[in-house]
Nanobody, 121 residues
Framework: QVRLVESGGGSVQAGGSLRLSCVAS???????MGWFRQAPGKEREEVAT???????TYLDSVKGRFTISKDNAKNTLYLQMNSLSSEDTAMYYC????????????????WGQGTQVTVSS
């Protein structure tokens, strides 16, 4: 199994930007990769995914503001977050799907420990 370690979270004012990083312990070229978030008292939600073909999906509320990308040479997944609002405050998690599986809810097999993002208005 691949180990995932997130970083890049922090506190920022509304309208600001952050870039999250997720370093994998091994090659994730066979895996769908994704970012999730969970705010206190709320269910975890899928923020963005990047499949093996390079196609992306985004939560409606982050479209146009967030960008998921990957550097295969560095085994690192990124989430560029712009125009942040207080509604983006949450713990953000990186996840990897089972090798060769599509980006479906049942295929997420590896999770990072999370990085906190706090946006103040």
């Amino acid at each position: 199994q691949v180990r995932l370690v997130e970083s890049g979270g922090g506190s920022v004012q509304a309208g600001g930007s952050l870039r999250l990083s997720c370093v994998a312990s091994g090659d994730t070229g066979r895996n769908c990769m994704g970012w999730f978030r969970q705010a206190p008292g709320k269910e975890r939600e899928e923020v963005a995914t990047l499949n093996r073909a390079g196609s992306t999906t985004y939560l409606d509320s982050v479209k146009g503001r967030f960008t998921i990308s990957k550097d295969n040479a560095k085994n690192t997944l990124y989430l560029q977050m712009n125009s942040l609002s207080s509604e983006d405050t949450a713990m953000y998690y990186c996840a990897a799907g089972l090798p060769y599986y599509t980006c479906a809810s049942y295929s997420w097999s590896n999770w990072g420990q999370g990085t906190q993002v706090t946006v103040s208005s």
